[in-house]
Nanobody
Framework: QVQLVESGGGLVQAGGSLTLTCTAS????????MGWYRRAPGKERELVAT???????DYADSVEDRFVISRNNAKNTITLQMNSLRPEDTAVYYC????????????WGQGTQVTVSS
């Protein structure tokens, strides 16, 4: 079992910055990809950024030039540095840890609200 706890959300003006942190506890196996997803009001949950245990990173096109994801395997944490925030970035941001080989799993955090005012 893996537990994920997000922190760092809040209210910020457009053009500002926020940093989200996700801390994982429990049994984290190798080859676990961790990442951030978000769900805006009235929309489906979407990928923001992911990072594999080997450091391969993937970003959504909408955030690629503004957000930076990083990972500390020793501490089982990932962070999302969000810059040049826009009102359309307003959403609940969720941390995810998933593994596609045995043992297969996908765990989610409880989410943290990010609100960007115009």
């Amino acid at each position: 079992q893996v537990q994920l706890v997000e922190s760092g959300g809040g209210l910020v003006q457009a053009g500002g910055s926020l940093t989200l942190t996700c801390t994982a506890s429990g049994r984290i196996f190798g080859a676990t990809t961790m990442g951030w997803y978000r769900r805006a009001p009235g929309k489906e949950r979407e990928l923001v950024a992911t990072v594999t245990s080997g450091g391969t990173i993937d970003y959504a096109d909408s955030v690629e030039d503004r957000f930076v994801i990083s990972r500390n395997n020793a501490k089982n944490t990932i962070t999302l540095q969000m810059n040049s925030l826009r009102p359309e970035d307003t959403a609940v941001y969720y941390c995810n840890a998933r593994r596609k080989v045995t043992p297969v799993y996908s765990y989610w955090g409880q989410g943290t609200q990010v609100t960007v005012s115009s």
